[in-house]
């Protein structure tokens, strides 16, 4: 028992450290640890981003590379251990599910997994990610940010609204947040909220059957050297396989172990009998079984469906051209000679992830997932909505969390040569461009601006207000500070620099 107290200990502490990297994820970025460290220790959206934007070199994953040399070594501890998601559906099967009865657990699929697996890769191959769908750490990421963070804003604004005197009484000024909310946030839910109502099917059902980054990692620990052992004492009770979270130990004979799906969670040392497993380094002890639950035939179907998918997505069947609002974050450039030029829009879309990170680190809740603006295969990438938030001159936090080079690194300083939208004036809308008794020298733009872009003309003895098109970068917050409502005089579209 004491390898299992151990176990959850980690857990816990993984889960904690998850959850502080996170809130971490903020302008300015002060941590000793990246905020997007479980990520990048993620081989599998390593993978998918080295196979769709082949234009990175290696060095960029070397913390999954670690985990990938750290499987190899011990096994699936990644999965029992470290893995967060693995964490909150032990949690919700045990607050849950915990009276469910043994004998009601749904038949493991093993198999489906691998085919995920190859339909990710294969599509990954023509430079269409579907890992950000299903790989567990951008989807943890993603709800986290998008949908607990914003209830956890709402929790701090309401107790500091609500008990703000008792809060003085203990001489605690808390301040109130900005509020935030994001697009598709319930989609975000509905898929966290999904993966723990399988847990009703079986314990851990998700990473059995479903997780394509537990079948890559399954692949690889089975050559690991930390293995189950039964040894003579057993009576053959099966309390290990009913113990067993993960359906790693055959029923018909429990004295053996299936090691790809084995994560160490040391339930089945909790037998009754007087140790008949202990877990021990060894290259294969008896009883050890690496073959794999594979379908060959659904997997393969699986890898043809994903090349399919990702040969029809990279040529562009179907697809429209550029929304116009499809702003993206300031971190998309690539450098050339020294100069911050944009990205093009497909290396973008290879190398993101969708974890939604950026947009938690946005200062000013500006970066939302797209919708239809990027298409079919563009939902949840990072878009800046001018309405909801503007680029904040100083900030430079989406460049520094993204774990993938979606999003470069950049200064403040660069941001002038930084160009990720235009801005233009409706003069049917904008006060300072009406006539007569209707003319208001509005200014609340040209105040606004932090790159002065805003310009005055003189046309019939009044000042209309114009965008200096070589100046203005697109930040946006003109858009959100016009005075004109419910759409403004002065908005923000993606520009032909961008594109």
């Known amino acids: 028992m004491v390898w299992v107290w151990l176990r959850r200990a980690v857990q816990i502490a993984c889960l904690a450290l998850f959850i502080l990297l996170l809130t971490r994820a903020t302008y300015p970025v002060r941590s000793s640890l990246p905020p997007q460290l479980f990520l990048q220790l993620d081989p599998l959206s390593a993978a998918t981003a080295a196979l769709s934007g082949n234009r990175l070199p290696v060095v960029i994953f070397y913390a999954a590379l670690g985990t990938l040399a750290v499987t190899l070594l011990l096994g699936r501890v990644f999965c029992g251990f470290i893995c967060p998601l693995g964490t909150c559906l032990d949690l919700g099967d045990r607050l849950l599910w915990s009276k469910r009865k043994p004998g009601r657990a749904a038949a493991a699929q093993p198999g489906l997994k691998f085919g995920l697996l190859a339909a990710v890769l294969g599509s990954a191959l023509f430079g269409i990610q579907l890992g950000w769908f299903l790989d567990p750490i951008p989807l943890l990421t993603r709800a986290a940010a998008l949908v607990l963070y914003p209830l956890v804003v709402m929790a701090q604004n309401l107790v500091v609204i609500h008990g703000r005197d008792s809060l003085r009484a203990l001489q605690l000024y808390p301040e109130v947040w900005d509020p935030r909310h994001f697009q598709l946030s319930l989609v975000a839910a509905a898929c966290l909220v999904g993966l723990l109502l399988l847990g009703s099917l079986s314990r851990r059902y998700w990473c059995r059957n ?82 794999v639950d594979i379908a060959r035939r659904r997997t393969f179907q699986a890898l043809g469906g994903g090349v399919v998918y990702g040969l029809a997505a990279s040529t562009m069947l179907g697809r429209r051209e550029h929304h116009q609002k499809l702003i993206r974050p300031p971190g998309a450039i690539l450098r050339k000679r020294g100069r911050p030029d944009p990205m093009p829009e497909n290396q973008f879309r290879e190398l993101c992830v969708r974890c939604g990170e950026c947009m938690k680190a946005c200062v000013t809740g500006g970066l939302q997932p797209a919708v239809a603006e990027a298409d079919w295969d563009g939902v949840f990438t990072p878009v800046l909505k001018p309405k909801i938030g503007w680029c904040e001159r100083a900030c430079t936090a989406c460049g520094e969390v993204c774990p993938t080079s979606a999003l470069r690194p950049f200064t403040a300083e660069e941001k002038t040569d930084i160009k990720i939208g235009l801005a233009t004036i409706d003069a049917n809308k904008c006060l300072a461009w009406q006539k007569g008794k209707y003319y208001k020298l509005c200014l609340v733009c040209d105040e606004q601006c932090s790159y002065d872009a805003v310009k005055w003309i003189e046309e019939g003895g009044v000042k209309r207000p114009v965008v200096d098109a070589d100046v203005c970068t697109g930040c946006g917050i003109c858009e959100a500070k016009c005075p004109v409502q419910p759409e403004a005089a002065i908005v923000v579209n993606r520009s032909e620099m961008t594109q």
């Open 210 to 291: 479903l997780c394509p980054l537990g079948a890559l990692l399954g692949l690889i620990g089975r050559f690991g050297l930390i293995k189950r052992a039964v040894n003579e004492s057993c009576v053959g009770c099966r309390l290990c396989v009913r113990d067993c979270k993960m359906g790693a130990i055959p029923a018909e004979d429990p004295t053996t172990t299936k090691l790809a799906e084995c994560i160490l969670c040391f339930g089945c040392i909790s037998c009754k009998q007087a140790g008949p497993t202990t877990f021990c380094l060894a290259w294969r002890p008896a009883g050890a079984r690496r073959e």
